[in-house]
């Protein structure tokens, strides 16, 4: 594993301006873990931009093998933080899974993962889908037409099977998501069965982001949900389809997160505010000039120490553009998001949606009054760092006041409207439980998984 060793700031251009003080660190040597997708960008860019070096900090980054691993690594303190799916520091922090406080300063990205299913199932879904003018196959494409592919296989004694990337990842979410939209059952999990495929239509299970494209090939699965570039890749590689983006399935969605554990922050406070800042300049860099910077972000990720992908599979996506069937590329300016948005901010609203979908589908065991939802969610979302680390940039001239949320922000974003999503349904994060039951298949209320039956 290739280790990238970062030298205090040498260049005129990177160094912070002569009146900007630089924060007392109590740590300054930092190891940080990432998977191989391109929404690890704003540490590599915040590494190979000198970021990291402007702030005093001397940084690994460290590809890790799997989510399981980079989040055991972060835990023990064998890595400092770490490139993570939203959800898995609140899983922790509730105990589902590992437990251990882990809480997030920096909002990663917006956007950015696709659902693909194999030739196979898209011929057999193509001929039932409508067309624009152009002859090509309308989008979003609803989960609606996948229902006879699946009864189809059923017929011929062949459980379907797709691929996510771990029980509490955006990708598990959105898949359930855009499945039962279109009326498709995709299981649920219990304290005595956590494989979340009870009462399945279409089983999901867990493969690592780079092995989604060879699974898929394989036959193993028939389709998968996971972040850039392995959509691209299935394309590339003439052995998929790319169905939906998430961009299409929930407008705007929040992503991935910069964990660190509780203990970190309080025991290094001035480090913490520090990598939040690089961190910022980072998503800053990918988005400013209306993303003229892709190219450049996209050959820094093509390099084998961060994805490794090809350069033109990465950029399909990361310049602005989604590609479906081969040669249907679409405009997609918004497929990647890293600072555009406010997506940096911490949102309170988005560790709800986050939690709102763990007990939907019978992660959290038992109902939760609504309160129960804002406390975790403040636990571990950690808006006031991000502001004080903002704060510290416009006073620095990196940024201006509106760049950011006002001061007196109060962490939920405003109510999703229902058009920005595919089932017509709107999010509020102030009311969980009332979004909950909105919602045609899932748990609600008081409802329970006892054995292989919804009680309650």
Not at 99 to 128: C, Q, R, Y
Not at 294 to 319: F, H, K, W
Not at 425 to 448: H, M, R, V, W
Request: hydrophobic share 40%; proline share 7%.
């Amino acid at each position: 594993m290739k280790k990238l060793i970062v030298a205090l700031a040498a260049s005129t251009a990177l160094t912070a301006p002569a009146t900007a003080e630089m924060l007392d660190l109590e740590k300054d040597v930092l190891t940080f873990g990432f998977i191989k997708l391109t929404d690890m960008a704003p540490l590599a860019v915040a590494y190979e931009q000198g970021f990291f070096d402007d702030e005093g900090l001397f940084v690994t980054l460290e590809a890790q093998a799997n989510w399981k691993v980079l989040l055991d690594g972060v835990i023990s303190g064998t890595l400092d933080g770490a490139h993570m799916l939203a959800g898995q520091p609140l899983a922790a922090t509730i105990g589902y899974g590992t437990e251990a406080h882990i809480i997030t300063p920096f909002s990663m990205d917006l956007n950015g993962n696709g659902i693909t299913v194999s030739n196979e199932v898209w011929e057999m879904m193509k001929p039932n889908l409508p067309t624009n003018d152009d002859g090509l196959v309308s989008h979003p494409i609803s989960a609606s037409y996948l229902k006879p592919v699946i009864e189809e296989f059923n017929a011929n004694g062949k459980p379907f099977n797709m691929g996510m990337v771990f029980p509490v990842s955006t990708h598990n979410y959105e898949l359930r998501y855009w499945l039962a939209a279109g009326g498709i059952e995709p299981g649920y999990y219990s304290p005595e069965d956590v494989t979340g495929q009870i009462g399945a239509e279409a089983f999901l299970s867990v493969t690592p982001p780079p092995q989604m494209p060879a699974t898929l090939e394989a036959g193993t699965i028939s389709g998968y949900c996971v972040g850039e570039p392995w959509n691209q890749q299935a394309v590339f590689k003439g052995i998929g389809v790319p169905v939906i983006t998430d961009y299409e399935l929930w407008k705007n969605n929040p992503e991935k997160v910069f964990g660190i554990t509780a203990e970190f922050a309080e025991q290094y406070p001035n480090t913490t505010l520090a990598v939040t800042k690089a961190l910022i300049r980072a998503a800053m860099w990918l988005d400013e000039n209306d993303n003229a910077n892709r190219p450049e972000a996209v050959e820094i990720l093509s390099r084998p120490e961060y994805v490794g992908a090809d350069y033109e599979v990465i950029a399909n996506s990361m310049t602005g553009t989604f590609e479906y069937e081969k040669g249907d590329k679409r405009e997609v300016p918004d497929f990647n998001v890293f600072f555009r948005y406010n997506a940096t901010y911490p949102y309170y609203s988005d560790a709800v949606w986050y939690l709102t979908q763990m007990r939907r589908w019978g992660q959290i065991a038992e109902a939760k009054p609504d309160s129960w939802y804002d406390e975790v969610a403040r636990s571990v979302y950690k808006p006031e760092i991000y502001m004080e680390a903002a704060a510290l940039l416009i006073e620095e001239g990196y940024a201006t006041e509106d760049m950011f949320p006002p001061a007196d922000e109060d962490g939920y974003k405003d109510p999703t409207p229902a058009e920005d999503v595919i089932d017509g349904i709107g999010f509020d994060g102030t009311q969980p439980n009332a979004y909950l039951e909105s919602l045609p298949i899932g748990l609600k209320g008081e409802q329970k998984v006892i054995g292989n039956e919804i009680q309650g």
